[in-house]
């Protein structure tokens, strides 16, 4: 308490109002406007692009808000409560948790296997480091309709050339089926992404120190052991950092989906962010779309934190 | 206490500066809300301006979407050269064109002028996003030529707010070359499903990579412009007057889902039907290896030149013969500022000259029954076939067209894909789920 007590006395001291004139401000409050400055910009910035954004989709959330005419007025909780009637929400939701775990595993693994593939600076590594990354700098968009184009039954050359090499009789319909499109869509995006994520893990092996390596073949650990034992948990911080992104990624899929396969065939690959863009665009209501971007939000929030929580421990153990 | 509404000093300065700003955003606010103000007269202009507009050199804007870009572009290129009104175009993908025009209109920044998918037409009028043109319509002294389904499509509470801009028909292509291989008639298109069904498959039947027939069977758009009219050929409609209701289960329906089914289990479709979304359908015939197929009629201009081909009216399963007629209607918008000039672009679009001199000569289809024949498209019979022909198709009518027929995840796509690639048994409870959505 005592301690509590000088403390208010020193900020009372310090507060009070300076006389006005030749007496320079004390060190403290120039400092502080200092400080000030350097944080407004970026102040102003989440404010204007993050803090606004969120409290009118918090608005948009509870009101009637169609995109063309019609009154805005208040909608709670309908916005919420009629989100699961539409039939493709459960659909939506269970394929995008479908889509989030295989593209995980998938990706993580290629990516583990081509930074271990390419982390020793032997000849030609670094070429095989830039074609690995190759497809990384291409934007999604551009990569899902390169890849619309190679699928295309009747235009791709796919299809043609597992004709021609015999290992089929007739066109190959990739995004025809549920579970071609599912797999097709997920071949693009371990393609698009598998160099990137092999780069963070390349940086991750490169910290892991040699001597600890050399001591574990001194020992006579062989490849194995010293795989399990030394470089997962020693790579742990790069690939818990691998997962956060993968997952987040992958719930929040959209583009390769909305090109590739529109949801289809038969509703099939119907994700919960194209569920947000068609409440928006083709329903043409807000307010349903921003009740169900809260919810993606806060389902989100809740996962990192997890994570995040999760990665703590293990550090501390 | 002393420094509370003191203007003097640092703090005073602060305060007038936050009073400042504050007062000047309330004044932009204001001015702002003035200057988008409007009650969807158009804009405000003169309504002594003559019946054809306005043209002293005002820059308008206009957006149109990219699926009828090359008739835009070839009218407003026209305009923009005869003209002192000048034109800039801007032309937005298919896909997004709805988001765009949604969202713009959501921050009150439409173009001057904006073209629409005829079928969302109903959405927007009856959102007031367009300025009330029924004076200036009925004012053109060829007004009861004009396309009466677009403008039908384009009346809200007896007052007309576009008119049509670019039309395009659904109208069976035929190879007549693979026709004479299949020893067919290639003068004697198919006058019913049935012997289109035949028809199709003699040419099927000569193999080498060829096939019978094909459509986009994941592209709903593409199921309402090429299916329904041969219902309506039937004589049977698929929605009630108000778009409320389906009607897509009727006795016609059925016969024109079978038909496509059986093509479908008989392989007599092109490869890639069941996966077509409808970006690449109309990109398949002109390879010349498919026998006959509903296409949009915008199409003909852009067939290669050596592909002998003919066109036909859609029939019906018994015979009829009917149409979608589609394309985009165009109208001001509520917020242009320029209506007397936009005006000017819209009632010469839809004059004689520009309806010959430009819509014809591209091989498109003419807004204006009364023009069906003209120098161009007596040159080519295939045109006066399809111009004949928007006097006896159809546009539907219905508020929530885009989320139940044009959506991908939508009811209808469901509807068609389960008659056609499944078992064709839940048509039914489909057309239920269709009605849902229409009355949603």
């Known amino acids: 308490m005592p301690v509590k007590v000088a403390v208010r006395a020193t900020a009372a001291h310090v507060t009070s109002p300076q006389p006005r004139g030749g007496t320079p401000p004390p060190r403290w409050r120039s400092r502080k406007a200092k400080g000030l400055a350097y944080a407004a910009p970026t102040a102003v910035f989440v404010t204007v692009f993050f803090l606004l954004p969120l409290l009118l989709v918090g608005q948009m959330s509870l009101s009637d808000w169609p995109l063309l005419g019609g009154d805005r007025g208040v909608n709670a909780p309908e916005n919420y409560s009629d989100i699961t009637d539409s039939t493709l929400f459960w659909p939506a939701i269970r394929f995008t948790l479908l889509y989030t775990v295989i593209v995980t595993v998938v990706l993580l693994a290629l990516a583990l296997l081509l930074a271990l593939l390419v982390q020793e600076s032997r000849p030609g590594a670094g070429f095989f480091r830039t074609v690995y990354f190759l497809p990384g700098a291409l934007g999604l968009a551009s990569a899902s309709l390169l890849f619309w184009g190679l699928y295309s039954p009747t235009t791709g050359p796919l299809s043609r050339i597992l004709e021609g090499l015999g290992l089929v009789d007739d066109p190959v319909s990739f995004l025809g089926s549920p579970t071609s499109a599912l797999w097709s869509t997920v071949f693009l995006i371990v393609w698009k992404f598998a160099g990137f994520y092999m780069l963070i893990l390349l940086v991750g092996l490169q910290r892991i120190p040699h001597e600890v390596y050399e001591a574990a073949r001194m020992d006579g650990a062989s490849r194995a052991q010293i795989f399990r034992s030394i470089t997962l948990p020693l790579l742990r911080p790069s690939l818990a950092l691998c997962l956060l992104l993968c997952v987040t990624g992958s719930l929040l899929a959209f583009d390769q989906f909305f090109i590739l396969t529109k949801g289809g065939p038969d509703n099939s690959t119907v994700t919960v962010v194209q569920l947000i863009y068609r409440e928006a665009f083709q329903r043409l209501n807000l307010g349903t779309a921003a009740a169900l971007s809260n919810l993606v939000l806060a389902a989100l929030l809740l996962l990192n934190a997890l994570q995040f929580r999760g990665l703590r421990r293990a550090d501390e153990s | ?440």
């Open chain 2, 1 to 440: 206490m002393g420094s509370t509404g003191s203007t003097a000093g640092p703090r005073g300065h602060r305060r007038r500066l936050v009073t400042g700003a504050i007062a000047l955003l309330a004044t932009a606010s204001l001015v702002t809300a003035c200057g988008s103000d409007n009650d969807g007269s158009g804009g405000g202009g003169d309504r002594a301006a003559s019946a054809g507009g306005v043209d002293d050199g005002t820059e308008l804007t206009m957006w149109t979407r990219a699926a009828t870009r090359p008739q835009s572009e070839a009218l407003v290129k026209a305009y923009n050269a005869s003209h002192k009104n000048k034109i800039e175009l801007t032309v937005v993908p298919t896909d997004d064109y709805q988001a765009k025009v949604g969202a713009a209109a959501g921050s009150r920044d439409l173009p001057d002028l904006f073209a629409s998918d005829v079928v969302f037409v109903p959405n927007y009028t009856s959102s007031g996003l367009f300025a009330d043109l029924t004076e200036r319509v009925d004012a053109l002294p060829f007004a009861e030529h004009l396309a009466q389904s677009h403008i039908k499509a384009g009346t809200y509470e007896d007052k007309k707010y576009v008119v049509p801009h670019t039309l395009d028909l659904s109208v069976l292509f035929y190879n007549k070359e693979l026709y004479r291989k299949a020893k067919l008639d290639p003068e004697k298109p198919p006058t019913t499903l049935r012997e289109w069904d035949r028809q199709a498959r003699a040419v099927d039947a000569l193999g080498g990579g060829v096939d019978g027939t094909f459509f986009g069977g994941n592209c709903g758009g593409c199921g309402v412009f090429t299916w329904w009219p041969s219902v309506w050929a039937a004589g049977e409609d698929v929605l009630n007057e108000e778009g409320t209701e389906a009607n897509l289960a009727s006795t016609a329906s059925k016969k024109v889902y079978d038909t496509y089914r059986g093509w479908v289990r008989d392989d007599i479709v092109a490869p890639g039907a069941r996966e077509e979304t409808g970006t690449t359908w109309t990109g398949i015939f002109p390879k010349g290896k498919v026998g006959v197929m509903p296409m949009p009629s915008t199409t003909l201009g852009l067939m290669p030149k050596d592909l002998d081909l003919g066109v036909a009216p859609i029939p019906g399963p018994d015979g009829g013969k009917s149409t979608f007629v589609g394309g985009d209607a165009i109208g001001i918008s509520a917020t242009s500022e320029s209506a007397d000039q936009a005006w000017n672009f819209l009632a010469w679009s839809l004059g004689d000259k520009a309806q010959v001199d430009v819509v014809a000569a591209h091989k498109d289809v003419v807004a204006r029954t009364d023009l069906a024949s003209n120098k161009h498209s007596e040159a080519d019979p295939r045109l006066v076939t399809i111009n004949e022909l928007v006097a006896e198709g159809r546009t539907p009518y219905a508020m929530k067209f885009g989320q139940t027929f044009n959506d991908p995840n939508g009811p209808w796509l469901e509807l068609m894909r389960h008659a056609v690639f499944g078992d064709g048994k839940s048509v039914e409870k489909d057309n239920d789920a269709v009605t849902a959505s229409l009355a949603d």
